[in-house]
């Protein structure tokens, strides 16, 4: 199941359906980058757009991180797999019952299914809210490498992560265990609002599988050359 192919992936970040697809447009029929489709897409147009932008060709990540308990996620992972995505995600906070539901849902009748990746703590819940709101204890850095191992104890695929935090996830629960990571910049892109970022290069070297760039290609005055500039510092292609 875990095919292990280094890839960018775009963040799809786009209001509407027909944002979207005039921003796919600009690629030529022959080149079909993996896709990321998060809640605001998907919200908004329904598994529909997911079908179209299957049907053009792209390898999808449905990034809708579900938690549930472990019937509902089971039953939703089921008909997310119908739409013939490639990747989900959930949170790992809904603990290996649920992972394990989720698994079994994904799973097609011919055995396969989409890659399973887990969400570890969001980046966006400082130590502060860890300790205070949500009542852990543990240092953030161990809570996040903790949840990938149970995680990776439970089958799941692999955990998104800061790419500055894949090599410690790759040594904690193996090698074949995916990183997914977000928060990729050009050493000459704006940075924005992302805070602990590398350049595509770096994350090949710290073990990154799946870089996710959103605005450094949706926003480039050439958003063709943004991906494959990301590509071949990534891959080396
Ligand atoms: O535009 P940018 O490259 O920052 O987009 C990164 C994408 O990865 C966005 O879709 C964002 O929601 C997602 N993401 C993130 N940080 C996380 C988890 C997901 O930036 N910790």
């Not at 199941?1 to 209001?15: E, G, R, T, W, Y």
């Not at 739409?83 to 698994?103: I, T, W």
């Not at 887990?118 to 130590?127: C, I, K, M, P, Y």
């Not at 850095?141 to 998104?160: C, F, H, I, R, W």
């Amino acid at each position: 199941m875990n095919m292990q192919k280094k890839d960018v992936m775009i963040a799809l970040d786009f209001p509407t359906k027909a944002d979207t697809l005039a921003f796919l447009d600009q690629f030529p029929a022959d080149e079909k980058p993996f896709v990321k489709i998060g809640m605001e897409l998907f919200y908004a147009e329904g598994p529909d757009v997911v079908r179209e932008i299957k049907a053009r060709g792209h390898k999808i990540f449905l990034d809708l991180k579900l938690h549930d308990i472990p019937n509902t996620v089971g039953h939703a992972m089921s008909v997310l797999s119908q739409l013939d995505v490639d990747m989900v995600n959930l949170h790992a906070a809904g603990a290996g019952e649920m992972m394990r539901a989720a698994l079994e849902g994904l799973t097609r009748p011919d055995g396969a299914r989409p890659l399973l990746i887990a969400v570890t703590q969001l980046t966006s819940t400082d130590s502060n809210a860890l300790k205070n709101e949500l009542l852990i204890d543990t240092p953030m850095a161990e809570t996040v490498l903790s949840y990938a191992q149970n995680a990776a104890k439970n089958g799941l695929d692999g955990v998104v992560c800061s790419p500055l935090e894949a090599a410690l996830v790759k040594e904690r629960c193996g090698a074949g265990f995916l990183t997914v990571t977000p928060g990729i910049r050009f050493a000459d892109s704006e940075v924005g609002d992302q805070k602990r970022i590398m350049t595509p290069a770096n994350a090949a070297v710290n073990g990154c599988d799946y870089l996710v760039m959103g605005r450094p290609i949706t926003k480039a005055a050439d958003p063709l050359a943004a991906y494959r500039r990301a590509v071949k510092d990534f891959l080396g292609k």
